[in-house]
């Protein structure tokens, strides 16, 4: 999974609509959106913000979980 997928996929865990999240992160619904469709990136502010949004590591925010599964 990409990390466009995995942020969508955290977001709507979280039952957050792309507005909301963008208020939360103080950016536009379209930066979300960007971020979501791998068209641009989290800044690493970003990143911490929305692992401590979603109570995950950052690992797990970026890698997803099946990066702690064992091979």
């Given at each position: ?21 963008a208020q939360k992160m103080i950016v536009s619904r379209q ?41």
């Open positions: 999974m990409n990390l466009g997928e995995q942020l969508k996929d955290l977001r709507e865990q979280h039952n957050m609509s792309r507005e909301k999240l930066t979300v959106f960007k971020w979501e469709k791998n068209k641009a990136y989290p800044t690493l502010d970003n990143l911490v913000k929305m692992s401590e949004l979603y109570e995950i590591t950052l690992d797990e925010l970026v890698k997803g979980e099946q990066a702690f599964s064992k091979s």
